[in-house]
């Protein structure tokens, strides 16, 4: 499945990123939130999810 990491409340001590669909642009609800980018996309190379 290819994935794309996205950041809610840019700018905001509280913005965090989570991962959405590449195709259908939605995001995946099975997936944790994550503080940093980094973090985001450790995850996904751990699950096997292409990043996009």
Known sequence: MKVTIYCMNKGTASQYFALK????????????????ERGARNWAIKQVLELV
């Open 21 to 36: 669909d590449a195709e259908e642009n939605q995001p995946l609800p099975f997936t944790p939130t994550w503080k940093t």
